[in-house]
Protein backbone atom coordinates (compact mmCIF):
# COMPACT_ATOMS: atom_id res chain seq x y z
CA UNK A 1 0.00 0.00 0.00
CA UNK A 2 2.92 2.34 0.86
CA UNK A 3 4.62 1.36 -2.54
CA UNK A 4 1.25 2.28 -4.36
CA UNK A 5 0.87 5.91 -2.51
CA UNK A 6 4.50 6.65 -3.63
CA UNK A 7 3.70 5.66 -7.22
CA UNK A 8 0.71 8.24 -7.13
CA UNK A 9 2.51 10.76 -5.63
CA UNK A 10 4.96 10.77 -8.18
CA UNK A 11 2.60 10.47 -11.22
CA UNK A 12 1.22 14.20 -10.63
CA UNK A 13 3.24 17.66 -9.61
CA UNK A 14 2.69 21.49 -10.92
CA UNK A 15 5.20 22.10 -13.97
CA UNK A 16 8.28 24.65 -13.62
CA UNK A 17 10.47 26.16 -15.74
CA UNK A 18 14.24 23.90 -15.89
CA UNK A 19 16.44 27.16 -16.86
CA UNK A 20 14.91 30.31 -16.41
CA UNK A 21 17.20 31.77 -18.80
CA UNK A 22 16.87 29.24 -21.80
CA UNK A 23 12.71 30.20 -21.44
CA UNK A 24 13.82 34.17 -21.25
CA UNK A 25 15.75 33.30 -24.44
CA UNK A 26 12.86 31.57 -26.25
CA UNK A 27 10.32 34.29 -25.21
CA UNK A 28 12.85 37.12 -26.30
CA UNK A 29 13.23 35.75 -29.68
CA UNK A 30 9.65 34.78 -30.56
CA UNK A 31 8.93 38.17 -32.03
CA UNK A 32 10.13 37.52 -35.70
CA UNK A 33 8.65 41.43 -36.94
CA UNK A 34 10.94 44.21 -35.77
CA UNK A 35 8.22 46.49 -36.64
CA UNK A 36 5.89 44.90 -34.70
CA UNK A 37 8.42 44.81 -31.75
CA UNK A 38 8.81 49.12 -32.64
CA UNK A 39 4.77 48.81 -32.45
CA UNK A 40 4.95 47.55 -28.84
CA UNK A 41 7.37 50.20 -27.17
CA UNK A 42 4.78 53.11 -29.10
CA UNK A 43 2.31 51.12 -26.79
CA UNK A 44 4.41 51.37 -23.48
CA UNK A 45 4.32 54.94 -24.22
CA UNK A 46 0.50 55.42 -25.04
CA UNK A 47 -0.18 53.09 -21.96
CA UNK A 48 1.82 55.59 -19.74
CA UNK A 49 -0.45 58.12 -21.05
CA UNK A 50 2.03 59.84 -23.25
CA UNK A 51 0.61 62.84 -25.51
CA UNK A 52 3.49 62.54 -28.25
CA UNK A 53 6.28 59.85 -28.93
CA UNK A 54 8.87 60.43 -31.20
CA UNK A 55 10.81 57.88 -33.11
CA UNK A 56 14.26 58.66 -34.09
CA UNK A 57 16.16 56.69 -36.52
CA UNK A 58 19.73 57.77 -37.28
CA UNK A 59 23.51 57.12 -36.54
CA UNK A 60 26.37 57.56 -33.50
CA UNK A 61 29.48 57.48 -33.20
CA UNK A 62 29.29 55.01 -36.47
CA UNK A 63 26.04 52.98 -34.73
CA UNK A 64 22.97 53.23 -36.16
CA UNK A 65 20.13 53.27 -33.77
CA UNK A 66 16.20 53.38 -32.93
CA UNK A 67 15.03 55.93 -30.16
CA UNK A 68 11.36 56.48 -28.77
CA UNK A 69 10.66 58.82 -26.38
CA UNK A 70 7.42 60.15 -24.96
CA UNK A 71 6.11 62.99 -22.68
CA UNK A 72 4.14 60.51 -20.25
CA UNK A 73 3.91 58.90 -16.91
CA UNK A 74 7.12 56.66 -17.21
CA UNK A 75 8.27 53.95 -15.44
CA UNK A 76 6.02 52.63 -12.10
CA UNK A 77 7.96 53.95 -8.92
CA UNK A 78 9.20 52.20 -6.30
CA UNK A 79 8.86 53.05 -2.65
CA UNK A 80 11.85 54.99 -2.86
CA UNK A 81 10.41 57.31 -5.44
CA UNK A 82 13.03 55.47 -8.18
CA UNK A 83 11.87 54.07 -11.65
CA UNK A 84 11.07 50.71 -10.33
CA UNK A 85 13.44 48.77 -13.37
CA UNK A 86 14.13 45.75 -10.61
CA UNK A 87 10.51 44.95 -11.36
CA UNK A 88 10.74 45.61 -15.21
CA UNK A 89 13.75 43.57 -15.30
CA UNK A 90 12.86 40.93 -12.96
CA UNK A 91 9.20 40.13 -13.19
CA UNK A 92 9.13 39.04 -17.13
CA UNK A 93 5.79 37.48 -17.82
CA UNK A 94 4.66 39.07 -14.83
CA UNK A 95 3.30 42.70 -16.26
CA UNK A 96 2.02 45.38 -14.04
CA UNK A 97 -0.33 46.43 -16.32
CA UNK A 98 -1.93 43.11 -16.44
CA UNK A 99 -2.71 44.23 -12.31
CA UNK A 100 -3.53 47.48 -13.47
CA UNK A 101 -6.29 46.24 -14.98
CA UNK A 102 -7.67 43.77 -12.50
CA UNK A 103 -7.57 47.06 -10.28
CA UNK A 104 -10.20 48.60 -13.07
CA UNK A 105 -7.38 50.69 -15.15
CA UNK A 106 -8.63 51.26 -18.77
CA UNK A 107 -7.04 51.90 -21.80
CA UNK A 108 -4.03 49.66 -20.84
CA UNK A 109 -2.93 47.54 -23.69
CA UNK A 110 0.03 45.18 -22.16
CA UNK A 111 -0.81 42.65 -20.57
CA UNK A 112 2.22 39.59 -20.72
CA UNK A 113 5.24 41.73 -19.20
CA UNK A 114 7.61 40.46 -22.39
CA UNK A 115 7.24 43.42 -25.07
CA UNK A 116 10.28 44.75 -23.88
CA UNK A 117 12.55 42.08 -24.52
CA UNK A 118 11.70 42.03 -28.03
CA UNK A 119 14.31 44.69 -28.70
CA UNK A 120 16.54 41.64 -29.39
CA UNK A 121 15.16 41.56 -32.89
CA UNK A 122 15.57 45.04 -33.01
CA UNK A 123 19.34 45.54 -31.61
CA UNK A 124 21.97 44.24 -29.53
CA UNK A 125 21.82 46.68 -26.42
CA UNK A 126 18.65 48.69 -24.77
CA UNK A 127 18.92 51.59 -22.61
CA UNK A 128 16.00 53.08 -21.28
CA UNK A 129 15.86 56.21 -19.61
CA UNK A 130 13.36 57.87 -17.27
CA UNK A 131 13.41 59.85 -14.14
CA UNK A 132 12.34 59.80 -10.29
CA UNK A 133 10.56 61.40 -8.01
CA UNK A 134 13.28 63.60 -7.07
CA UNK A 135 14.11 65.14 -10.78
CA UNK A 136 16.85 62.38 -10.70
CA UNK A 137 17.79 60.47 -14.14
CA UNK A 138 17.80 56.77 -13.94
CA UNK A 139 18.83 54.47 -17.04
CA UNK A 140 18.37 50.45 -16.90
CA UNK A 141 20.94 49.04 -19.46
CA UNK A 142 20.40 45.58 -21.33
CA UNK A 143 21.87 43.24 -23.83
CA UNK A 144 20.87 41.01 -26.24
CA UNK A 145 22.25 37.28 -25.06
CA UNK A 146 23.32 38.31 -21.23
CA UNK A 147 21.04 37.96 -18.62
CA UNK A 148 22.19 40.70 -16.59
CA UNK A 149 20.78 43.97 -16.41
CA UNK A 150 22.23 47.07 -14.76
CA UNK A 151 20.91 50.53 -13.68
CA UNK A 152 22.95 53.83 -13.14
CA UNK A 153 22.22 57.34 -12.45
CA UNK A 154 22.69 59.97 -15.09
CA UNK A 155 23.40 63.77 -14.08
CA UNK A 156 20.81 66.00 -16.52
CA UNK A 157 20.70 69.77 -16.44
CA UNK A 158 17.48 69.83 -15.82
CA UNK A 159 15.10 66.90 -14.92
CA UNK A 160 13.41 64.70 -17.97
CA UNK A 161 10.02 63.96 -18.64
CA UNK A 162 8.66 61.16 -19.60
CA UNK A 163 10.63 57.83 -21.27
CA UNK A 164 13.62 57.57 -23.70
CA UNK A 165 13.93 54.03 -24.93
CA UNK A 166 17.55 53.72 -27.15
CA UNK A 167 18.44 50.39 -29.17
CA UNK A 168 21.89 50.74 -30.29
CA UNK A 169 23.80 49.10 -32.66
CA UNK A 170 20.49 47.66 -35.02
CA UNK A 171 20.76 44.55 -36.68
CA UNK A 172 21.83 44.22 -40.16
CA UNK A 173 18.10 43.95 -41.49
CA UNK A 174 16.65 46.23 -39.09
CA UNK A 175 18.84 49.51 -40.56
CA UNK A 176 17.35 49.16 -43.69
CA UNK A 177 14.00 50.13 -42.45
CA UNK A 178 13.67 53.64 -43.17
CA UNK A 179 10.88 56.21 -41.12
CA UNK A 180 8.59 56.09 -44.03
CA UNK A 181 8.20 52.42 -43.83
CA UNK A 182 7.79 52.91 -39.59
CA UNK A 183 5.21 55.29 -40.33
CA UNK A 184 3.37 53.44 -42.88
CA UNK A 185 3.18 50.07 -40.40
CA UNK A 186 2.37 52.17 -37.00
CA UNK A 187 -0.42 54.16 -39.22
CA UNK A 188 -2.63 50.22 -39.71
CA UNK A 189 -1.08 48.59 -37.02
CA UNK A 190 -2.55 51.30 -34.08
CA UNK A 191 -4.64 52.63 -36.03
CA UNK A 192 -7.55 52.57 -33.42
CA UNK A 193 -5.11 53.34 -30.54
CA UNK A 194 -3.75 56.21 -31.82
CA UNK A 195 -7.34 57.95 -32.65
CA UNK A 196 -8.50 56.43 -29.68
CA UNK A 197 -5.95 58.04 -27.31
CA UNK A 198 -5.35 61.40 -29.56
CA UNK A 199 -1.42 61.02 -29.36
CA UNK A 200 0.62 62.39 -31.89
CA UNK A 201 3.64 59.70 -33.27
CA UNK A 202 6.09 61.52 -34.96
CA UNK A 203 9.13 59.58 -36.77
CA UNK A 204 12.13 61.31 -37.39
CA UNK A 205 14.79 59.93 -40.28
CA UNK A 206 18.11 61.64 -39.30
CA UNK A 207 19.57 59.20 -42.71
CA UNK A 208 16.93 60.47 -44.77
CA UNK A 209 16.87 63.79 -43.38
CA UNK A 210 13.01 63.22 -42.71
CA UNK A 211 9.91 63.65 -40.59
CA UNK A 212 6.94 62.11 -41.07
CA UNK A 213 3.98 62.41 -38.93
CA UNK A 214 1.88 59.36 -38.57
CA UNK A 215 -1.90 59.46 -39.26
CA UNK A 216 -4.44 56.86 -38.72
CA UNK A 217 -4.93 55.22 -41.99
CA UNK A 218 -7.74 56.09 -43.75
CA UNK A 219 -9.91 53.72 -45.80
CA UNK A 220 -11.14 54.39 -49.05
CA UNK A 221 -14.34 53.32 -50.77
CA UNK A 222 -17.57 54.23 -49.07
CA UNK A 223 -18.40 53.63 -45.48
CA UNK A 224 -21.34 51.20 -44.96
CA UNK A 225 -23.81 52.18 -42.70
CA UNK A 226 -26.61 50.47 -40.69
CA UNK A 227 -25.11 47.01 -40.85
CA UNK A 228 -26.25 44.46 -38.13
CA UNK A 229 -25.14 44.63 -34.62
CA UNK A 230 -22.34 41.96 -33.69
CA UNK A 231 -23.43 41.32 -30.03
CA UNK A 232 -21.19 38.35 -27.44
CA UNK A 233 -21.88 37.74 -24.54
CA UNK A 234 -18.20 37.95 -23.99
CA UNK A 235 -17.51 41.33 -24.84
CA UNK A 236 -17.60 44.29 -27.16
CA UNK A 237 -17.58 43.74 -31.01
CA UNK A 238 -16.59 47.17 -32.98
CA UNK A 239 -17.39 47.08 -37.10
CA UNK A 240 -16.10 49.50 -39.41
CA UNK A 241 -16.54 48.82 -43.03
CA UNK A 242 -15.92 50.10 -46.84
CA UNK A 243 -16.90 49.16 -49.78
CA UNK A 244 -15.10 50.15 -53.05
CA UNK A 245 -13.75 48.45 -56.05
CA UNK A 246 -12.66 44.77 -56.07
CA UNK A 247 -9.02 44.69 -55.21
CA UNK A 248 -6.27 41.64 -53.98
CA UNK A 249 -5.06 45.10 -51.65
CA UNK A 250 -8.18 45.22 -49.99
CA UNK A 251 -8.50 43.98 -47.09
CA UNK A 252 -10.38 43.95 -43.52
CA UNK A 253 -7.97 43.90 -40.70
CA UNK A 254 -8.88 42.03 -36.61
CA UNK A 255 -7.98 44.30 -34.09
CA UNK A 256 -8.31 43.85 -30.07
CA UNK A 257 -8.59 46.91 -27.99
CA UNK A 258 -7.36 49.41 -30.85
CA UNK A 259 -3.97 47.46 -32.11
CA UNK A 260 -4.47 45.36 -35.20
CA UNK A 261 -4.00 41.50 -34.54
CA UNK A 262 -4.10 40.18 -38.21
CA UNK A 263 -3.90 42.38 -41.21
CA UNK A 264 -6.80 40.06 -42.93
CA UNK A 265 -9.55 38.68 -41.24
CA UNK A 266 -8.80 35.60 -44.12
CA UNK A 267 -5.76 34.66 -42.42
CA UNK A 268 -7.83 32.61 -39.54
CA UNK A 269 -9.71 29.72 -41.21
CA UNK A 270 -12.99 30.16 -39.91
CA UNK A 271 -13.22 33.64 -42.44
CA UNK A 272 -11.78 31.60 -45.53
CA UNK A 273 -15.24 32.83 -47.31
CA UNK A 274 -17.29 35.09 -48.32
CA UNK A 275 -17.66 38.41 -48.10
CA UNK A 276 -14.29 38.29 -46.50
CA UNK A 277 -12.47 36.70 -49.43
CA UNK A 278 -14.52 38.99 -52.17
CA UNK A 279 -12.15 41.40 -51.98
CA UNK A 280 -14.44 44.52 -52.01
CA UNK A 281 -14.19 45.62 -48.10
CA UNK A 282 -11.34 47.49 -46.18
CA UNK A 283 -11.62 48.24 -42.63
CA UNK A 284 -11.48 46.89 -39.23
CA UNK A 285 -13.38 44.26 -37.12
CA UNK A 286 -11.95 44.79 -33.08
CA UNK A 287 -12.86 42.13 -30.33
CA UNK A 288 -12.32 43.04 -27.32
CA UNK A 289 -12.60 39.27 -26.04
CA UNK A 290 -10.27 37.24 -27.81
CA UNK A 291 -7.22 35.69 -26.39
CA UNK A 292 -3.77 36.56 -28.67
CA UNK A 293 -0.44 34.40 -28.61
CA UNK A 294 1.72 35.73 -26.16
CA UNK A 295 4.72 35.24 -27.95
CA UNK A 296 4.34 37.40 -31.15
CA UNK A 297 0.76 38.96 -30.34
CA UNK A 298 -0.02 38.04 -34.00
CA UNK A 299 -2.18 34.83 -33.60
CA UNK A 300 -5.39 34.09 -31.85
CA UNK A 301 -6.19 30.97 -29.74
CA UNK A 302 -8.99 28.75 -31.14
CA UNK A 303 -11.00 29.24 -28.07
CA UNK A 304 -14.56 29.17 -27.24
CA UNK A 305 -14.19 32.88 -27.27
CA UNK A 306 -12.80 32.95 -31.19
CA UNK A 307 -15.71 30.22 -31.91
CA UNK A 308 -18.28 32.92 -30.53
CA UNK A 309 -16.71 35.74 -32.14
CA UNK A 310 -17.43 33.51 -35.54
CA UNK A 311 -20.87 32.48 -34.85
CA UNK A 312 -21.89 35.99 -33.74
CA UNK A 313 -20.56 37.29 -37.56
CA UNK A 314 -22.98 35.05 -39.27
CA UNK A 315 -26.34 37.97 -39.64
CA UNK A 316 -22.68 40.78 -40.39
CA UNK A 317 -22.00 38.16 -43.33
CA UNK A 318 -25.07 37.79 -45.02
CA UNK A 319 -25.96 41.45 -45.01
CA UNK A 320 -22.64 41.82 -46.58
CA UNK A 321 -22.75 39.56 -49.64
CA UNK A 322 -26.13 40.76 -50.49
CA UNK A 323 -24.37 44.37 -50.80
CA UNK A 324 -21.33 43.07 -52.42
CA UNK A 325 -23.69 41.17 -55.02
CA UNK A 326 -25.37 44.51 -55.15
CA UNK A 327 -21.95 46.32 -56.27
CA UNK A 328 -21.15 43.67 -58.39
CA UNK A 329 -24.60 44.42 -60.29
CA UNK A 330 -23.78 47.98 -60.36
CA UNK A 331 -20.03 47.03 -61.32
CA UNK A 332 -21.32 44.77 -64.37
CA UNK A 333 -23.82 47.47 -65.59
CA UNK A 334 -20.77 50.13 -65.08
CA UNK A 335 -18.31 47.71 -67.44
CA UNK A 336 -21.43 46.72 -69.89
CA UNK A 337 -22.01 50.58 -70.73
CA UNK A 338 -18.35 51.39 -71.24
CA UNK A 339 -17.57 48.06 -72.95
CA UNK A 340 -20.71 49.11 -74.91
CA UNK A 341 -19.54 52.71 -75.92
CA UNK A 342 -16.25 51.60 -77.08
CA UNK A 343 -17.39 49.25 -79.26
CA UNK A 344 -20.16 51.48 -80.43
CA UNK A 345 -17.53 54.18 -81.05
CA UNK A 346 -15.17 51.58 -83.07
CA UNK A 347 -18.05 50.46 -85.28
CA UNK A 348 -18.74 54.13 -86.08
CA UNK A 349 -15.16 54.62 -87.03
CA UNK A 350 -15.11 51.40 -89.51
CA UNK A 351 -18.41 52.71 -91.04
CA UNK A 352 -15.80 55.69 -92.30
CA UNK A 353 -13.87 52.99 -94.07
CA UNK A 354 -16.55 50.63 -95.44
CA UNK A 355 -19.38 51.49 -97.87
CA UNK A 356 -22.52 52.51 -96.04
CA UNK A 357 -24.61 50.85 -99.20
CA UNK A 358 -23.13 47.72 -98.38
CA UNK A 359 -23.35 48.00 -94.77
CA UNK A 360 -27.11 49.74 -94.47
CA UNK A 361 -28.47 48.21 -91.01
CA UNK A 362 -26.33 51.16 -88.94
CA UNK A 363 -29.13 54.04 -88.76
CA UNK A 364 -26.64 55.23 -86.48
CA UNK A 365 -28.13 58.87 -86.00
CA UNK A 366 -31.80 58.18 -85.13
CA UNK A 367 -31.35 57.01 -81.50
CA UNK A 368 -28.40 54.47 -79.60
CA UNK A 369 -29.36 51.77 -77.56
CA UNK A 370 -28.21 51.38 -73.85
CA UNK A 371 -26.59 47.76 -73.10
CA UNK A 372 -29.48 46.59 -71.90
CA UNK A 373 -31.05 47.49 -75.41
CA UNK A 374 -33.24 50.75 -73.79
CA UNK A 375 -33.17 53.16 -76.31
CA UNK A 376 -31.69 56.40 -75.00
CA UNK A 377 -31.70 60.13 -76.25
CA UNK A 378 -28.43 60.95 -77.96
CA UNK A 379 -25.94 63.62 -76.37
CA UNK A 380 -23.47 65.64 -78.93
CA UNK A 381 -20.53 63.68 -77.81
CA UNK A 382 -22.41 60.04 -78.16
CA UNK A 383 -24.46 60.37 -81.20
CA UNK A 384 -22.55 60.24 -84.22
CA UNK A 385 -23.14 61.33 -87.62
CA UNK A 386 -23.32 57.82 -90.45
CA UNK A 387 -21.04 59.29 -93.44
CA UNK A 388 -18.77 61.35 -90.97
CA UNK A 389 -18.49 59.36 -87.87
CA UNK A 390 -18.19 62.51 -85.90
CA UNK A 391 -20.40 63.81 -83.31
CA UNK A 392 -23.57 65.91 -84.37
CA UNK A 393 -25.74 68.75 -82.26
CA UNK A 394 -28.68 67.41 -81.49
CA UNK A 395 -31.92 69.85 -81.71
CA UNK A 396 -32.13 70.30 -77.80
CA UNK A 397 -28.50 71.15 -77.71
CA UNK A 398 -28.28 74.39 -75.57
CA UNK A 399 -25.88 77.72 -76.80
CA UNK A 400 -23.20 76.71 -73.87
CA UNK A 401 -22.91 73.44 -74.83
CA UNK A 402 -22.62 74.32 -78.52
CA UNK A 403 -20.13 76.77 -77.56
CA UNK A 404 -18.21 74.35 -76.13
CA UNK A 405 -18.25 71.79 -79.18
CA UNK A 406 -17.40 74.55 -81.31
CA UNK A 407 -15.19 73.07 -83.75
CA UNK A 408 -11.23 73.36 -83.22
CA UNK A 409 -8.38 74.15 -85.73
CA UNK A 410 -8.00 71.18 -88.01
CA UNK A 411 -6.17 68.03 -86.21
CA UNK A 412 -7.05 65.37 -88.95
CA UNK A 413 -8.60 63.98 -92.72
CA UNK A 414 -10.59 60.39 -93.62
CA UNK A 415 -11.73 59.75 -96.84
CA UNK A 416 -15.27 57.84 -96.48
CA UNK A 417 -16.18 55.02 -97.66
CA UNK A 418 -12.47 54.24 -96.97
CA UNK A 419 -12.28 51.23 -98.91
CA UNK A 420 -14.92 49.83 -101.30
CA UNK A 421 -15.26 47.64 -104.30
CA UNK A 422 -16.43 49.31 -107.60
CA UNK A 423 -17.10 47.49 -111.25
CA UNK A 424 -14.96 48.42 -114.19
CA UNK A 425 -16.40 51.40 -116.16
CA UNK A 426 -18.64 52.06 -113.46
CA UNK A 427 -18.55 55.37 -110.50
CA UNK A 428 -18.46 56.33 -107.23
CA UNK A 429 -18.87 59.33 -105.22
CA UNK A 430 -15.96 59.74 -101.90
CA UNK A 431 -16.50 62.22 -99.01
CA UNK A 432 -13.40 63.80 -97.46
CA UNK A 433 -14.22 64.25 -93.74
CA UNK A 434 -11.99 66.79 -91.50
CA UNK A 435 -11.77 66.82 -87.81
CA UNK A 436 -10.10 68.61 -84.47
CA UNK A 437 -8.56 66.90 -81.86
CA UNK A 438 -11.41 66.31 -80.34
CA UNK A 439 -13.17 64.42 -83.42
CA UNK A 440 -15.33 67.43 -84.19
CA UNK A 441 -16.21 68.42 -88.19
CA UNK A 442 -14.25 70.94 -89.29
CA UNK A 443 -15.94 72.60 -92.51
CA UNK A 444 -14.23 76.37 -92.26
CA UNK A 445 -11.94 77.39 -94.18
CA UNK A 446 -10.76 73.99 -95.37
CA UNK A 447 -8.78 73.42 -98.68
CA UNK A 448 -9.33 70.16 -100.27
CA UNK A 449 -7.06 68.30 -103.14
CA UNK A 450 -7.84 64.83 -104.74
CA UNK A 451 -5.17 63.07 -106.43
CA UNK A 452 -4.54 59.23 -107.47
CA UNK A 453 -1.83 57.75 -105.89
CA UNK A 454 -1.58 54.51 -107.61
CA UNK A 455 -3.73 52.97 -110.33
CA UNK A 456 -5.80 54.01 -113.24
CA UNK A 457 -8.85 55.57 -113.53
CA UNK A 458 -9.74 59.62 -113.21
CA UNK A 459 -11.44 62.33 -110.83
CA UNK A 460 -13.78 64.61 -111.48
CA UNK A 461 -13.79 67.94 -109.13
CA UNK A 462 -11.34 67.37 -107.34
CA UNK A 463 -11.01 70.50 -105.25
CA UNK A 464 -13.50 70.47 -103.14
CA UNK A 465 -15.05 68.36 -100.17
CA UNK A 466 -16.44 65.35 -102.31
CA UNK A 467 -14.93 63.83 -105.21
CA UNK A 468 -16.17 61.63 -108.27
CA UNK A 469 -14.61 58.53 -109.04
CA UNK A 470 -14.41 56.83 -112.62
CA UNK A 471 -12.76 53.13 -112.59
CA UNK A 472 -10.64 52.06 -115.28
CA UNK A 473 -11.54 49.35 -117.83
CA UNK A 474 -8.79 46.97 -116.12
CA UNK A 475 -9.12 45.19 -112.72
CA UNK A 476 -6.81 46.41 -110.21
CA UNK A 477 -5.79 47.72 -106.77
CA UNK A 478 -6.32 51.52 -106.77
CA UNK A 479 -5.19 54.32 -104.05
CA UNK A 480 -6.66 57.86 -104.01
CA UNK A 481 -5.44 60.37 -101.88
CA UNK A 482 -7.01 64.24 -100.56
CA UNK A 483 -4.80 66.46 -98.73
CA UNK A 484 -6.60 68.68 -96.25
CA UNK A 485 -5.46 72.17 -96.00
CA UNK A 486 -5.95 75.06 -92.85
CA UNK A 487 -3.90 77.92 -92.92
CA UNK A 488 -0.51 76.45 -92.13
CA UNK A 489 -1.88 72.92 -91.15
CA UNK A 490 -1.97 70.34 -93.94
CA UNK A 491 -3.61 66.27 -93.51
CA UNK A 492 -3.37 63.66 -95.21
CA UNK A 493 -5.02 60.86 -95.79
CA UNK A 494 -5.92 57.92 -98.23
CA UNK A 495 -8.18 55.18 -99.53
CA UNK A 496 -8.28 51.74 -101.15
CA UNK A 497 -10.39 50.97 -103.79
CA UNK A 498 -10.72 47.47 -105.31
CA UNK A 499 -11.37 47.57 -109.18
CA UNK A 500 -13.20 44.24 -110.02
CA UNK A 501 -14.67 42.58 -113.87
CA UNK A 502 -17.22 40.48 -111.50
CA UNK A 503 -18.85 41.52 -108.18
CA UNK A 504 -20.04 38.92 -105.66
CA UNK A 505 -23.74 38.82 -106.70
CA UNK A 506 -26.11 39.75 -103.42
CA UNK A 507 -28.68 36.84 -102.75
CA UNK A 508 -31.17 37.32 -100.15
CA UNK A 509 -32.88 40.41 -98.98
CA UNK A 510 -31.26 42.49 -96.39
CA UNK A 511 -32.86 43.82 -93.24
CA UNK A 512 -35.93 45.43 -93.38
CA UNK A 513 -35.23 48.15 -91.39
CA UNK A 514 -32.22 50.04 -90.19
CA UNK A 515 -32.43 49.69 -86.43
CA UNK A 516 -28.90 50.98 -85.73
CA UNK A 517 -26.27 49.20 -83.61
CA UNK A 518 -27.90 47.33 -80.78
CA UNK A 519 -26.95 46.96 -77.50
CA UNK A 520 -26.11 43.33 -75.70
CA UNK A 521 -26.42 41.79 -72.56
CA UNK A 522 -25.56 38.90 -70.66
CA UNK A 523 -26.90 34.88 -70.26
CA UNK A 524 -24.81 32.84 -68.39
CA UNK A 525 -25.79 29.15 -69.65
CA UNK A 526 -22.28 27.42 -69.04
CA UNK A 527 -23.95 24.18 -70.97
CA UNK A 528 -24.32 25.62 -73.77
CA UNK A 529 -22.52 26.04 -77.25
CA UNK A 530 -23.42 29.25 -78.38
CA UNK A 531 -21.52 32.60 -78.07
CA UNK A 532 -23.73 34.77 -78.93
CA UNK A 533 -27.85 35.42 -80.10
CA UNK A 534 -29.05 38.69 -82.03
CA UNK A 535 -32.87 39.04 -80.99
CA UNK A 536 -34.03 41.50 -83.62
CA UNK A 537 -37.44 42.44 -81.66
CA UNK A 538 -35.19 43.91 -79.21
CA UNK A 539 -32.28 45.02 -81.25
CA UNK A 540 -29.83 43.37 -78.71
CA UNK A 541 -27.27 40.98 -78.79
CA UNK A 542 -27.17 37.93 -76.25
CA UNK A 543 -23.93 37.10 -74.97
CA UNK A 544 -23.58 33.74 -73.19
CA UNK A 545 -20.41 34.56 -70.43
CA UNK A 546 -20.97 31.30 -69.61
CA UNK A 547 -19.21 29.93 -72.45
CA UNK A 548 -15.40 28.81 -72.37
CA UNK A 549 -14.32 31.53 -74.80
CA UNK A 550 -15.81 34.03 -72.85
CA UNK A 551 -14.41 32.90 -69.16
CA UNK A 552 -10.73 33.20 -71.08
CA UNK A 553 -11.50 36.26 -72.78
CA UNK A 554 -12.42 37.79 -69.44
CA UNK A 555 -8.74 37.42 -68.00
CA UNK A 556 -7.69 40.77 -70.00
CA UNK A 557 -10.11 43.73 -70.44
CA UNK A 558 -8.54 44.45 -73.85
CA UNK A 559 -8.78 41.01 -74.75
CA UNK A 560 -12.54 40.76 -73.20
CA UNK A 561 -13.34 43.74 -75.88
CA UNK A 562 -11.98 42.49 -78.89
CA UNK A 563 -14.00 39.43 -77.92
CA UNK A 564 -17.21 40.78 -77.69
CA UNK A 565 -16.84 43.28 -80.77
CA UNK A 566 -15.94 39.89 -82.72
CA UNK A 567 -19.54 38.63 -81.47
CA UNK A 568 -21.11 42.26 -82.50
CA UNK A 569 -19.45 41.71 -85.85
CA UNK A 570 -20.54 38.21 -86.50
CA UNK A 571 -24.14 39.31 -85.67
CA UNK A 572 -24.18 42.05 -87.73
CA UNK A 573 -22.36 40.28 -90.80
CA UNK A 574 -25.28 37.29 -90.18
CA UNK A 575 -28.01 40.33 -90.53
CA UNK A 576 -26.92 42.36 -92.86
CA UNK A 577 -25.81 39.92 -95.27
CA UNK A 578 -28.54 37.16 -95.20
CA UNK A 579 -28.01 33.95 -97.98
CA UNK A 580 -24.24 34.87 -98.49
CA UNK A 581 -22.55 31.59 -99.11
CA UNK A 582 -20.54 30.74 -96.07
CA UNK A 583 -16.68 31.83 -97.77
CA UNK A 584 -18.42 35.41 -98.71
CA UNK A 585 -20.18 35.90 -95.12
CA UNK A 586 -16.32 35.12 -94.05
CA UNK A 587 -15.07 37.32 -96.35
CA UNK A 588 -17.39 40.30 -94.59
CA UNK A 589 -16.54 39.45 -91.05
CA UNK A 590 -13.03 39.39 -91.31
CA UNK A 591 -13.40 42.81 -93.27
CA UNK A 592 -15.43 44.24 -90.72
CA UNK A 593 -13.59 42.99 -87.84
CA UNK A 594 -10.34 44.23 -89.02
CA UNK A 595 -11.74 48.01 -89.68
CA UNK A 596 -13.77 47.58 -86.30
CA UNK A 597 -10.48 46.49 -83.91
CA UNK A 598 -8.40 49.10 -85.34
CA UNK A 599 -10.42 51.90 -83.30
CA UNK A 600 -11.31 49.51 -80.18
CA UNK A 601 -9.88 51.43 -76.71
Known amino acids: MARNRTEDKAASGRLKIGDDWNAITIIALSQENP ?48 PD ?30 GLLSFWTVGEELAMRCAGADGSTYEMHMRKGRPEYRVTRRHTLVPEIGTRLKIRPLLPGVRRLSGEKIQWYLASELRERIRQSGVTVKVIDRAARKEYLVEPRQFTGQLLHNLPV ?12 YIGDAGAENAVGLYRSGTRILKSLTELDSFQRPPWTEGFLQGIVDVSFLQLTPATRTGVIQDAA ?13 ELIRIIEEQKRAEEERISTGTLRSIQR ?25 ARGRPETGTADEVADPVTGAERET ?45 HAVTENVVYSWRIVEGGGRIDESAGEFAHYHAPEEPGLVRIGVSATQGDVVCDAEALITVTDSLIPETGERAATRQGLPGYTFEHVPGQTWRSRYDAEKNLIAVNNGHRDFIFASRNRMLKLRYIARLFAKEMVLRNFPGLPAPQILERLIELSLHTEEHLR
Open 306 to 318: LESFVEILKPLES
Open 230 to 241: AVSPHGDVYVEL
Open 395 to 439: ENDSPQRQFFEFAGPLFSVRIAPGACTLAVNTTRDFRAVARDRSR
Open 346 to 370: AFREAMLALPPEEYDWFDLHSQRPS
Open 85 to 114: FRYVATHVCDSVKRRLKLDGARGIQGEFGI
Open 35 to 82: LKAIAEFVENSIDARARNITITRGRESGESYLMVTDDGAGVPRDGDGN
